[in-house]
């Protein structure tokens, strides 16, 4: 309990004395206790005791428990000394408040050392990445290289293979090792996976337009697609490069997570003829290739794993669960506070920039990829100067928070993007229930205007407190919209809390760290999932504990969304 909300909790217990009647005059208490003041004023005093007072008096100076049992004594004093009710009930119903304050901040105490002692056990334990180590990868050449499987507004990706890393075993293969399909004719993998075996990794080729052809250039001008790239993505002379970016600070790398994508390596070299490239980019061709073509000769090319299709692509053809859907949104929450807690916005996030495919039970996994607008600044602000027009404020406009748009250049204006992709999943939210993202169609919403009472209802079907989240995600006010982390906790508590925390009005924060250290031995206990790694659920609950804040907790289960919902009482199925 935060010491604002403990001393407001003393002064609610004063404020019950007066409407039952005990106290008449409101000015004539205040009057006294301005006198009383000097008298107890000793265990009230801010400033540390001295070291030669004795003990029992520096315990009264220092502890809430002191100073309540020395109020409780004067209100006694006071009761057979003769002194006025007014004072004897002032007394006794502080004495007894702070000592209720005391004991809700013993506990509080405790609870945050339970929070504590959990984080600290699976913090330890990192996202393991399914790249086999390996020494080679740094040449185009080391590729076989496959058809092309998408294309954006700044590069092209094709699938591809290194036959220089074969799994483990000594087989034949590609450097990442992909599980089998559990099933035959499964729907989720039946139209994929054949090529995944063939090309499990997936390179990104940027266009490179006005960055030169030396490297340092061609990285400097992308350093922001280099954020989520692991420790040895780059050879070592290339780290040795000032990667200063489009905000002249060097760009920070976030750690592994589960729903971030991770680019295993980055290289410069010779843009080729790859498949398709005349007939859908032709332009960006430099001239070598294409006379009319505008591109420079060499460009940055990223490789990472290939995943079977985006989010978008996925909801196009199929409809989650109601418990599938519940979970799709909170890994994007996971992902977003992953980025935020390191220092970085995404500024683009959308369901083309969300990869999936699917765990062992069938349930999607995402992960959020193209990193070419984001912010990641080195002092962690998430605050960009917006002193000129000129400034970029980030990708898709559509999806652009109501803070982020609106938002007017000029001296000493800075854009806060701590809870601007929160907002974006909020929008996203729509998408996985089945709906149209308010903020897309043509006559749709858009988060310059918008108000917060015209955004359409979810289906009827999704779970009230996702539907509660979403609406506090898309609160135009940034200061009163979650951030990533407490919304996640909501739908935390939501899913794996409603049978033990039924009864959230009678409960402290007591019976939640009992929770919280039972919930943490089933998650030890359970461990891997068999071969394939973690399930998306397993993932979610470890992503859970190793980021447990008190604070962010409390927040999280005051909000009338922890409380049980019977639509998520379904159990997880395959779409």
Not at 265 to 280: I, N, S, W
Request: some cysteine; hydrophobic content about 35%; overall charge positive.
């Amino acid at each position: 309990m935060s010491v604002k909300h403990a001393i407001s909790r003393g002064l609610e217990l004063g404020r019950s004395v007066f409407q039952l009647g005990l106290l008449k005059s409101g000015g004539r208490v205040v009057a006294k206790l301005r006198a009383d003041r000097f008298r107890v004023g000793p265990s009230v005093r801010t400033v540390q005791p001295q070291a030669f007072l004795p003990s029992r008096y520096r315990y009264y100076r220092t502890s809430l428990k002191g100073l309540a049992a020395q109020l409780q004594s004067a209100g006694f004093r006071r009761r057979f000394g003769g002194g006025s009710p007014r004072n004897r009930a002032v007394f006794l119903a502080f004495g007894l408040g702070v000592g209720l304050i005391e004991q809700q901040l013993e506990d509080d105490r405790k609870s945050a050392a339970t929070c504590q002692e959990i984080q600290a056990v699976f913090s330890k334990k990192r996202f393991q990445t399914p790249l086999k180590p390996f020494t080679s990868g740094y040449k185009l050449e080391d590729y076989i290289i496959g058809n092309q499987i998408g294309k954006g507004s700044n590069a092209a990706v094709y699938e591809a293979a290194a036959p220089f890393a074969p799994p483990k075993g000594g087989e034949n293969g590609s450097l990442v090792q992909l599980r089998e399909d559990e099933e035959e004719g499964e729907t989720n993998r039946s139209l994929t996976c054949c090529s995944l075996k063939k090309f499990p990794l997936a390179i990104k080729m940027m266009w490179n337009f006005g960055a030169g052809s030396s490297s340092e250039a061609i990285l400097k001008s992308m350093s922001q697609e280099l954020v989520p790239a692991a420790a040895q993505a780059l050879k070592q002379e290339n780290e040795q490069i000032t990667l200063d970016g489009h905000f002249g600070v060097l760009p920070k790398r976030v750690s592994a997570h589960p729903n971030v994508i991770r680019v295993y390596r980055a290289f410069t070299a010779d843009v080729p003829l790859l498949p398709g490239a005349e007939e859908e980019y032709p332009d960006v061709l430099p001239a070598r290739l294409n006379p009319d073509g505008l591109g420079n000769n060499r460009t940055l090319f990223l490789v990472m794993k290939n995943y079977p299709r985006t989010l978008r692509q996925y909801l196009e053809g199929s409809t989650p669960s109601r418990r599938q859907g519940s979970l799709m949104m909170l890994q994007l929450l996971e992902g977003v506070d992953h980025l935020c807690r390191q220092g970085v916005a995404h500024r683009d996030l959308k369901s083309d920039n969300v990869l999936l495919e699917f765990d062992s039970d069938g349930c999607p996994r995402l992960v959020i990829t193209d990193f070419g607008c984001c912010l990641a600044q080195s002092d962690s602000s998430l605050q960009l100067p917006f002193n000129s027009m000129w400034v970029n404020r980030g990708g898709n406009a559509s999806l652009m928070a109501p803070e982020v748009t609106t938002a007017v250049p000029g001296s000493g204006v800075v854009i806060d993007y701590s809870k601007a992709d929160a907002w974006a999943v909020g929008a996203i939210s729509y998408e996985i229930f089945g709906q149209h993202n308010p903020f897309y169609r043509a006559v749709g919403l858009e988060s310059r205007s918008y108000q917060e009472k015209q955004l359409p209802p979810l289906p009827a079907s999704v779970p009230a407190d996702v539907q509660l989240v979403t609406r506090l995600l898309l609160r135009r006010n940034p200061s009163k919209r979650p951030s990533a982390r407490v919304a996640a906790n909501m739908l935390h508590l939501s899913l794996w809390g409603r049978k033990a925390l039924a009864n959230q009005d009678s409960i402290g924060m007591k019976k939640l760290a009992d929770w919280l250290l039972c919930q943490s031995a089933v998650v030890l206990l359970k461990g891997c999932s068999g071969p394939s790694g973690y399930t998306v659920e397993a993932e979610l609950q470890r992503s859970f504990l190793s980021n447990l804040d008190l604070e962010d907790l409390r927040t999280a289960y005051s909000s009338p969304s922890s409380s049980p919902s019977p639509s998520m009482e379904s159990t997880p199925t395959s779409s």
